[in-house]
């Protein structure tokens, strides 16, 4: 599992690519994967979880930027962390079940730095709801850490290099415009 990392990435974005011709109605069937070593079982939970992985951070993402826009109210924002924070409670505790029968120590690493990542996924949303509530630069700071941290988790899972560079300069200490100070400043 532990060569799954890459694999899995390219698998997906394999996977994704359609040919031009293709129609929702029609999927393409890719049989350009290379031939698969090792458990085919535990390299699907792998590249699934990773998808989930990425989608879920996208999720936060997307919320923490619609904050300054106030797309969302209070509550909104509050159940949607929840939600994500809960629904990442399930597949921790099957990854851990998984762990439990006879994975070899590579596999049985893997899941453990996978569910590290997904730790680190419910600290970003509960600072992000903690920030959103409280609007104080300490806690936009402290959300930050913590998506850099996600980032730098995934970077690992992945070894996708791109997400262990340094991270441009933080938008933790960015204060989220009001519509009364984009008033002022009009």
């Given at each position: 599992m532990a060569l799954l990392a890459g694999a899995s990435l390219t698998c997906l974005t394999t996977a994704i690519r359609a040919d031009e011709n293709t129609t929702l109605d029609e999927p393409a069937l890719d049989n350009s994967f290379p031939p698969i070593a090792g458990n085919l079982q535990l390299q699907v939970i792998g590249a699934l979880g990773v998808g989930h992985i990425q989608s879920t951070l996208g999720l936060i993402g997307v919320i923490a930027d619609s904050?300054?826009?106030?797309?969302?109210?209070?509550?909104?924002?509050?159940?949607?962390?929840?939600?994500?924070?809960?629904?990442?409670?399930?597949?921790?505790?099957?990854?851990?079940?998984?762990?439990?029968?006879?994975v070899s120590?590579?596999?049985?690493?893997y899941l453990d730095r996978m569910i590290s990542v997904l730790n680190a996924l419910q600290r970003e949303a509960r600072a992000l709801s903690v920030y959103s509530k409280t609007r104080?630069?300490?806690?936009?700071?402290?959300?930050?850490?913590?998506?850099?941290?996600?980032?730098?988790?995934?970077?690992?899972?992945?070894?996708?290099?791109?997400l262990l560079q340094p991270d441009p300069p933080s938008r933790a200490n960015q204060t989220p415009k009001t519509n009364a100070a984009e008033d002022a400043s009009n």
């Open positions: 904050i300054s826009k106030e797309i969302y109210n209070q509550k909104q924002i509050d159940d949607l962390m929840k939600g994500t924070i809960n629904g990442l409670d399930t597949p921790k505790k099957m990854l851990r079940r998984l762990q439990d029968t006879n120590g590579d596999d049985a690493e104080k630069p300490d806690d936009a700071a402290k959300y930050e850490r913590e998506r850099r941290l996600v980032l730098r988790k995934l970077g690992e899972l992945t070894h996708q290099e791109e």
